[in-house]
Nanobody
């Protein structure tokens, strides 16, 4: 069965960095675009970033553009999110997500059929 397991979250100071990982199994990871999303306390789920199956194109929400970098290693079935210049408003539970359609990178959460359990990122001094 499909499994997505995120790791790498934690506490960071404003301006700091964290690198999230998502280990994928149970499907042909290299054939699917993948995305990261987040949910801040008291708010809805927000799409953050997406990457093509071969890593040739990446997309970002305006709120993280220039600070976050998405990447993947298809040999390791792993998705990454490098987060730099962190801000308190980046505090959220971060999820990786597999789309229903292999090519889809979408801001709508309804385009995704599998999610990990999430990893908590807290940005605070």
């Amino acid at each position: 069965q499909v499994q997505l397991v995120e790791s790498g979250g934690g506490l960071a100071q404003p301006g700091g960095s964290l690198r999230l990982s998502c280990a994928a199994s149970g499907f042909t990871f290299s054939s699917y675009a993948m995305s990261w999303a987040r949910q801040a306390p008291g708010k809805g789920l927000e799409w953050v970033s997406g990457i093509y199956s071969d890593g040739s194109a990446t997309y970002y929400a305006d709120s993280v553009k220039g600070r976050f970098t998405i990447s993947r290693d298809n040999a390791k079935n792993t998705l990454y999110l490098q987060m730099n210049s962190l801000k308190p408003e980046d505090t959220a539970l971060y999820y990786c997500a597999k789309p229903r359609r292999s090519f889809a990178i979408a801001t709508s959460i309804h385009e995704y059929d599998y999610w990990g359990q999430g990893t908590q990122v807290t940005v605070s001094s």
